[in-house]
């Protein structure tokens, strides 16, 4: 029920824009239940990316355990596409805020 729900849609709007001044946010949590296929999208999507968000996948929660986005290899693979930007973590806490967002700094420092 979004405008922008759909990243193929949405990443051929800011291609189309053709303006550096216009990115897209890619946000794992969002894409991962939207869309799905997230290694294949963020690949297929780099050139038109501006900023990363992290959330656990369900609930937007911790990245801890009890989620099903793997980041690691996702952090990676941004590392290997040249991903320069900043990777925010967004996120509703079940526990201490802190302790959660020490977890995702580990879980996403790659």
């Keep these: 029920g979004y405008q922008g729900d759909d990243i ?3 990443a051929n709007i800011v291609r189309r824009v053709g303006s550096p001044r216009v990115r897209l946010l890619f946000d794992f949590y ?35 355990e009890n989620q099903e986005i793997n980041y ?13 930007g900043y990777v925010g973590h967004e996120f509703i806490p079940t526990r201490d805020p802190l302790a959660g967002l020490t ?4 879980v996403c420092d790659v």
């Excluded at 977890?103 to 580990?106: G, Y």
């Design 72 to 84: 690691p290899p996702l952090l990676r693979k941004l590392v290997e596409l040249g991903y320069k």
């Design 103 to 106: 977890q995702a700094i580990h």
């Design 8 to 10: 193929d849609y949405v």
């Design 30 to 64: 969002h894409v991962q239940i939207m869309n799905g296929d997230l290694m294949r999208r963020l690949e297929e999507n780099m050139d038109v990316i501006g900023h990363i968000h992290t959330a656990g996948n369900p609930g937007r929660c911790e990245l801890d």
